[in-house]
């Protein structure tokens, strides 16, 4: 991930404890009665918590800091008032009183003989301070087991891919990211929607998955079209798409002339007959007739007897004596 987009998480942040903060009156009464049943009650401080629940769930973190903080006064140490302790703090941008309260809060939730929903989101949530508080290491092991069992979210996902891509894990973040991608996103913010796309689609540009990339960064633009290193990465890509097609061409050329060179070769010719093979000249014998035949020529005719000799065709006769 670059240096700047690490300025811009906390949009991210920000966007993710709203979805974090309950958005129905309802939670409250069931906390509340979770808490009177289950919890560290007291008369002493039973009524701020009654009030801190109901500002918490009415998204107002400053009534609800004053009155839990009240209640942790006068010596309450129930689970969930931590945790709402806890991500109000986030809201108020105090990211190490929000890790302090989610520490507390840990402890309680793990000591609780009852279910809890807290119990499975305070892994995303102490997750997320920690993240925000750049201790990226203990964050991973939160996030990821928020991920196995926790609710699946754009946000927790988009911050899995990201410490993924910080321990040099491609593979492992392109999936997260994918899966981020995949959640719903309709109530995103489209700056930080854009921001993400571009994000992703920078990872796949790394991986030389061209495609996905060039998919991706027109999403980023279509959302922010003023977005420069949006912009920057699609010429970048249409630069690369137009290497790739000279290198086609070239390789396609070098493959025409090899085939040019090797498709048509020298005609071969048969190897001449063997000199036995062949048929004697007109008019002469063949004395060694081939091996295992016989010779096709008639044996010579005996001498006359007397001492003549008679001509025959094809045999020099001696010449008649001159006279004398």
Not at 2 to 23: D, E, N, Q, V
Not at 157 to 170: I, Q, R, S, T
Not at 202 to 208: A, F, H, R
Request: glycine share 8%.
């Amino acid at each position: 991930m670059s240096g700047p987009f690490g300025l811009k998480l906390s949009i991210l942040l920000a966007f993710l404890l709203c979805t974090t903060l309950p958005a129905q009156a309802q939670d409250q009464v069931d906390d509340f009665a979770f808490y009177k049943k289950y919890g560290h009650t007291s008369k002493v401080w039973d009524e701020s918590v009654q009030q801190g629940f109901a500002a918490y769930d009415q998204q107002n973190c400053d009534q609800a800091l004053t009155h839990l903080k009240q209640a942790v006064a006068g010596q309450c140490q129930d689970a969930l008032v931590y945790f709402k302790l806890a991500v109000c703090s986030e809201v108020a941008g105090s990211p190490y009183t929000a890790l302090q309260y989610y520490q507390l809060a840990e402890e309680k939730l793990n000591q609780m003989q009852v279910l809890h929903r807290y119990q499975k989101d305070i892994y995303e949530a102490y997750g997320r301070a920690l993240f925000q508080g750049k201790k990226f290491d203990e964050a991973f092991n939160y996030l990821t087991k928020a991920a196995a069992v926790g609710t699946p979210s754009f946000g927790l996902y988009y911050m899995v891919g990201f410490l993924h891509a910080k321990k040099n894990d491609p593979k492992a973040a392109l999936e997260f990211f994918e899966k981020s991608l995949a959640q719903d996103t309709s109530k995103a913010p489209p700056q930080l929607l854009g921001m993400i796309y571009r994000e992703v689609a920078k990872s796949y540009l790394q991986n030389k998955v061209y495609d996905r990339a060039e998919e991706l960064v027109n999403k980023a633009l279509a959302l922010n079209a003023s977005d420069g290193e949006a912009q920057q990465m699609k010429n970048q890509l249409a630069t690369l798409r137009q290497q790739q097609s000279m290198v086609q061409m070239i390789q396609n050329i070098e493959v025409n002339r090899s085939g040019e060179k090797t498709g048509v070769g020298p005609v071969s010719k048969p190897p001449p007959p063997a000199a036995a093979q062949l048929p004697p000249l007109e008019g002469a014998k063949d004395p060694t007739p081939p091996l295992g035949g016989t010779s096709s020529a008639p044996p010579p005719a005996p001498p006359p007897a007397g001492g003549g000799t008679t001509g025959s065709p094809g045999t020099l006769q001696p010449l008649p004596p001159l006279p004398k």
